[in-house]
């Protein structure tokens, strides 16, 4: 019986035989169906058919008017040719939206990094979600064109009564006007257009921490689809030997963070770039970061980089006012105790903000402190949150850029480190409208106030540009520049 036992299959085990051949498979499909994303997506984003289809889409519905009020020179042909037309292309972007969802579903059944599940990687549902409302909406216009056109051909050939041809003819209007509507909603951005990170575009940001550690990192693994989330742990423990003996890989990845938004900024130019890697990855590495087969490259990270900050420019407002107060000298930084610095949205839509606290203990002694945060008719209105602060090295002076390019890095990685940064979620009720103010208190655990800043937001309804579904809109734009750009 013991001998039996040890034979038994273990189907559900990582490294089983079925479990590999049912990995393989899946990996086969995901290629396969990417395959037709790809040429359909290509085909339906190619110039002219996206200015087509708004062009018929809006042609549609008024030829169909013409002959409702019967105006004597509407015709039956140009309306009929215009609603085929209008079907004809809306097939490519139907069987791109589908070829998208039936990608994104097979390539989240895959495993992630270290054999775990994507559906442990939150986003998951939402990516499906969207990609199953897009193809509900392809299907709905694409059929309202074709019962448009059946419906013209119809009256056309057959004989029918002035009240059923009015009847007809007022569902045709109304079904254009449900393509039309449906284009203007479609028609500005063409989900999964990337073929290296095709889900990025997809995701917002739902969990995270209130407290960030490696601050770029950290916020940049937040605004990772579940896909690329994966395949960024598998990258990150694959940098385990390939990094400075000094050095961590998740404080080298930092420090390259760090580097590439300086360079964005234009601090640091390309020769420094290279030097302030090399000062934290091994050779091997490098060879990794600048190779176009590594999914995470140079280029891929500047990308990634840039995504992030579309997404939250919150937060990299807060580090450049700290790198600009560490060129300038600035008071707050080189001379006082406590440095408290806010960033909140001037406009939050939909009820809904991203407040951004950056602490610097200056003191010389590390202690608990209290962060009392007051958002005037918010929910809640009062969050209390208790943190360690350590005590950080104070700068006495300014920096000078131009003499010490590689201090620039160098010092805002320290700075950055040794500061407290949190980010926290702010909401308002949807009654809430017009100007409201946010204080924020530091206090000491003996309950001193120490310093206290107020800020203040505009809450408005609708969309705004600060809601999620512009800065997911502005995230992806960004993205498509950044590798445009790139391969230019």
């Known amino acids: 019986m013991k ?24 990996s086969r499909r995901v290629r396969s169906r990417d395959t037709g994303r790809r040429f359909w997506t290509r085909l339906a984003t190619t110039s002219p058919l996206p200015q087509l289809r708004l062009l018929f889409s809006i042609i549609a519905p008024v030829t169909a008017l013409l002959l409702f009020i019967d105006w004597r020179h509407a015709s039956f042909e140009v309306a009929i040719g215009v609603h085929a037309l209008l079907t004809l292309t809306f097939l490519p972007t139907l069987a791109a939206a589908s070829f998208a969802r039936m990608s994104a579903r097979d390539r989240l059944l ?21 990609l199953d409302e897009r193809r509900v909406r392809e299907r709905v216009r694409i059929s309202s064109a074709a019962l448009g056109t059946a419906a013209l051909t119809s009256l056309w050939n057959l004989d029918s009564g002035p009240t059923l041809a009015s009847i007809l003819l007022g ?16 028609e500005s951005s063409m989900p999964m257009r990337s073929n ?20 770029m ?19 990150m ?52 970061l600048i190779s176009n087969h590594s999914i995470f490259n140079i280029s891929a990270l500047r990308r990634l980089l840039a995504h992030t900050r579309a997404w939250q420019p919150g937060l990299f407002r807060l580090t450049d006012r700290l790198q600009d107060s560490t060129i300038r ?44 945060i007051l958002a005037a008719e918010g929910e809640p209105e009062v969050q209390t949150l208790r943190i360690y602060a350590e005590s950080s090295i104070q700068p006495h002076h300014p920096l000078d850029v131009e003499l010490d390019r590689s201090g620039t890095v160098e010092s805002l990685g320290q700075l950055l480190d040794e500061s407290v940064i949190l980010w926290i979620g702010l909401a308002w009720p949807d009654s809430a409208s017009g100007p409201h103010p946010v204080q924020v208190t530091l206090r000491s655990e003996e309950g001193v106030t120490l310093t206290s800043t107020v800020v203040r937001t505009t809450l408005a309804s609708g969309m705004q540009p600060e809601s999620m579904g512009h800065r997911m809109s502005d995230a992806a734009s960004e993205v498509r520049r950044i590798a445009l750009s790139l391969a230019d």
């Open 3 to 26: 001998g039996g036992a040890k034979s038994l299959p273990t189907p559900y085990a990582e490294q089983s035989e079925l479990h590999l051949r049912q990995e393989q498979a899946l």
């Open 110 to 130: 895959l495993r992630g990094g270290g054999q775990r599940s994507m559906n442990a990687y939150p986003g998951v549902e939402r990516i499906l979600n969207t």
């Open 329 to 372: 000298g600035d008071p707050t930084l080189t001379e006082e105790a406590w440095r408290l610095d806010l960033d909140l949205p001037p406009r939050c839509g939909q009820g809904q903000g991203d407040l951004f606290v950056m602490i610097h203990n200056h003191s010389a002694l590390s202690q608990i402190i209290e962060v009392e």
């Open 171 to 186: 569902a045709t209007v109304s079904l254009g006007l449900v393509c039309a509507l449906n284009s203007f909603r479609l």
């Open 237 to 288: 423990k694959s940098l385990a030997g390939d990094v400075r003996s000094d050095q961590s890989a998740a404080s080298a990845v930092e420090h390259l963070l760090q580097a590439l938004h300086l360079n964005h900024l234009g601090l640091l130019d390309e020769n420094g770039l290279l030097s302030e890697t090399k000062r934290v990855f091994k050779v091997s590495a490098i060879d990794g």
């Open 217 to 235: 990192t950290d916020l940049l693994v937040a605004h990772l689809d579940p896909e690329t989330a994966g395949a960024w742990d598998v990258w």
């Open 196 to 215: 290296s990170f095709p889900l990025l575009s997809l995701h917002a940001p739902t969990l995270h921490d209130s407290a960030l550690d490696r601050v």
